[in-house]
């Protein structure tokens, strides 16, 4: 047969991988569509862990011999080492599996106005858990295993106070966060096997690892391995049928599949950092369930420490559960391959070799992801339900540290990261294995609008900068009312410089709202271009900054999320006030 004959399976496997490489492209070039954002609450935790675009930070699970969480340990207990060089800890904190300590704090009165509402005190979920449906990579009958389970897992599970939301990596079949049991369950039930994005038919059939060692050419058995692949499903398994070069038809093929494979995994871990961050300012305890085959990463590793470290400063925890269930690999490769056979027993248990190393390959990234976030990876099991339920139980005590490296370059090289513990030789530690320096000096103003994002969906109360505030609504109609918040902005604390008489400063501020189901509803900026007397200084430092921001909201309940930064000191104030509009 001539090798030509099997380019119309090439070419289809082109138009797939053109589908992907524009999906990635639409992803890349709408940051805005991937980052929903959602409501905020108080922290939890001691000393919460102040948001800086240069700290590291570690969420660390230190585990006695039997594998249980260890809780009562302190900052000294422990040591972090960056390329082997020992870094000072300078924030430290401490998370439980109890998420809500007490309740964000209501907001005074109204106006006094008859049409005027007095601000209610809200409940606000206490549990936030996203199922992740990784379409670019779950087979058809490992989705379909998982659909079941994760329908019976929506029946028991989503209790009073908690929420669940059901996202595809294709962006498909999105279902936003809601304790609607029903809803969820028919979003999981109409979840489709995504063809588009799947590499069928392709001759040789390759996995990702396979066509990786064949594509940098170091390994001679993969390559022959691959042709005898080749032969097998293009010429019935007779060499001498097919014409033409196959060692070249062979290493095009491997070249292909892992183009393929790094566009695929490149949109499942934008759409997962695209998840975190609309997740990130949800009141409670907030996780991922990634539910995937898995999928390889050589040459993604800085896209998946970034995932890592906006997890890690949003308070996300990724957990995943391996959609292959309990597998076992077939000596030799799957017979049910046409033609199937070897030249040697040594090519076959070679091949045995790639395929095991493969899936182990392909699960790293899920081991990686759920172990740097404080979260666990359910493996080599096909019980889904239970599975399911284990990503579900109460969070474990886990500690946040974090560091700021010395003289740290912006070369993009990775750093090995290493924590352990003083004078505690039989416990264990689980954390990320490292992160990636930046690739190049972060311009200062996108830096500040980025330490605002994180802060308006984070649940902590910033106190560097003290804010209080206050908000009143006027109902404009019986359905809908005008919601003013007023802030005042303690400023004794700022620095303002001296220039023609006047004293300057500027003041940022973020405010933004978010409904019931921690979903956001909108947002306002605003500056405060300060040029201020000696006699106007002296009152605003008396009596403090007014600030007003203004909304236009509907019946409901809210969450009003309210950021202000001082543009000389860079000091950050942040909390949250519910609002009721009856």
Known sequence: MELALAYCGRRCFQSSLLALYLWSLVALSTPAQ?????????????????????????????????????????????????????????????????????????????????????????????QFTALFFDDFHLLYTNLKLVQDAAKRYLAKKLGAGNRAAIFEASGHD???????????????????FNTRFQRTGACPDLTAHHAQLIDDGLDRDALAIGIQLTIACLCNGDANACRGDLETYTKHQAREMVMFNDVSAVNTLIALEALVRRMAGMPGERRI?????????????????????????????????????????????????????????????AYSNIQEMGMQMDADVMNYAARGTGGIFVENTSDFE???????????????????????????????????????????????????????????????????????????????LPIEVQTQFFKADPDAAKVSVFIRADVRGLQFRKEN?????????LAAVFDSDGNLVTSQEETANLHLSDTSLAQVMTSGLPLTVKFDLKRGNYVVRTVVRDGNTQKLGATSQNVAIP
Request: a neutral charge; aromatic letters at 6%; proline letters at 4%.
């Open 174 to 192: 999105m279902v936003e966060f809601t304790s609607d049991t029903e809803k969820l369950q028919k979003a999981v039930s109409d979840l489709q």
């Open 501 to 509: 008489g006047r004293n300057l400063n500027e003041l940022n501020v």
């Open 386 to 464: 239970g599975g399911l339920e284990r990503t579900a139980s109460l969070r474990e005590t886990s500690y946040i540290l974090g560091f700021v490296p010395e003289n740290l370059k912006a070369d993009g090289q990775f750093h090995t990261l290493k924590v352990q513990l003083v004078d505690k030789p039989h416990f264990t530690v689980q954390t990320r294995r490292g992160y990636f320096a930046p690739r190049k000096t972060e311009d200062a103003a996108a830096a500040a609008k980025e330490e605002m994002r994180r802060a308006v969906f984070s649940r902590e109360k910033l106190t560097e």
């Open 34 to 126: 991937e980052t929903p954002q959602n409501t905020p609450q108080e922290s939890k935790v001691e000393a919460p862990i102040r948001l800086q675009s240069n700290l590291v930070v570690l969420r660390v699970v230190v585990r006695d011999p039997s594998g249980r969480a260890v809780d009562g340990l302190k900052q000294g207990d422990f040591q972090v080492l960056d390329n082997k060089k020992l870094q000072t800890i300078s924030q430290f904190s401490v998370e439980g599996a109890v998420p809500i300590k007490e309740p964000i704090p209501n907001a005074v009165a109204g106006s006094g106005n008859e049409s005027a509402g007095a601000i209610a005190k809200t409940d606000s979920p206490k």
């Open 289 to 349: 369930v990634m539910i995937s085959d898995g999928f390889l990463t050589r040459s993604q590793q800085y896209r998946l420490d970034a995932l890592i470290d906006a997890a890690l400063r949003a308070n996300v925890i990724i957990n995943a559960l391996d959609a292959r269930g309990l597998y076992a690999l077939t000596l030799g490769g799957d017979a049910s391959v046409k033609g199937m056979f070897f030249s040697s027993d040594y090519l076959r248990t």
